[in-house]
């Protein structure tokens, strides 16, 4: 089963994927893969990141991932792929987010359009058109430890993908954040 573990950058998605490996789960960095295989079409100067082929990659990774066993997806396009069963969204405050971002060394205005993106849901968004409701996930990793975020994809892994109140989507709501900007 492919489980794409998405967010906006910084939400902690390759931290916790790394606690997921050492438990004996594979991980698939959805970034790695396009630049080592050649799924990269171009580059977004604008925003300063990479342009992958999100076909190409869905039909490379059904290929070689024909297992019943649950293999995740870390990037914050994984949820754009149509192969995936269940998506996991992480989120974090943009408060919080902006401050891990500093730690990324990253421009100016790219740190301010990933704080604007998670805001704004725009990743939630994205899945929600693409998958049932019933099939995303949401953790809010605010004041969480990665530990503690392990502990609630394992939560969703050992119910077996059954959505529950905990983490259906809707309840994270960020907007207030948008009226500090006036
Ligand atoms: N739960 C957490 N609490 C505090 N800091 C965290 C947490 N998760 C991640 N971080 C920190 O935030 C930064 C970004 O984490 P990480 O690289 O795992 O995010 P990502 O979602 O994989 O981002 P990207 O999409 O850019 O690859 C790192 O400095 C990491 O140590
Ligand atoms: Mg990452």
């Known amino acids: 089963m492919l489980v794409a573990l998405s967010g906006t950058p910084g939400t902690g998605k390759t931290s916790v994927s790394a606690?997921?490996?050492?438990k004996g789960y594979t991980i698939i960095n959805l970034n790695e893969l396009a630049v080592d295989k050649g799924f990269v079409t171009g580059i977004d100067r604008k925003r300063n990141?990479?342009?992958i082929d999100?076909?190409?990659l869905n039909e490379y990774i059904n290929d070689f991932c024909k297992t019943k066993e649950i293999?995740?997806?870390d990037g914050h396009a994984s949820h754009l792929l149509s192969i995936v069963e269940n998506v996991i969204l992480l989120r974090c405050h943009p408060r919080e987010l902006r401050n891990r971002l500093q730690k990324k060394d990253w421009p100016l205005e790219k740190i301010k359009e990933n704080v604007d993106a998670e805001t704004l849901d725009v990743i939630l968004c994205e899945a929600v058109e693409c998958y049932p409701e019933e099939h995303i996930f949401e953790i809010d990793t605010t004041n969480k430890t990665i530990k503690f975020v392990l502990l609630s994809?394992?939560?969703i892994v050992n119910s077996n993908?059954?959505?529950t109140?905990?983490?259906k989507i809707g309840k994270i709501d960020w907007?207030?954040?948008i009226l500090k900007d006036f």
Request: net charge positive; hydrophobic share 45%; no cysteine.
């Open 19 to 22: 606690l997921l490996q050492n």
């Open 71 to 73: 293999v995740f997806i």
């Open 54 to 56: 999100i076909g190409g």
């Open 175 to 177: 907007s207030e954040e």
């Open 161 to 163: 993908f059954k959505l």
């Open 153 to 155: 994809v394992m939560e």
């Open 49 to 51: 990141s990479k342009i």
């Open 165 to 167: 109140k905990k983490y």
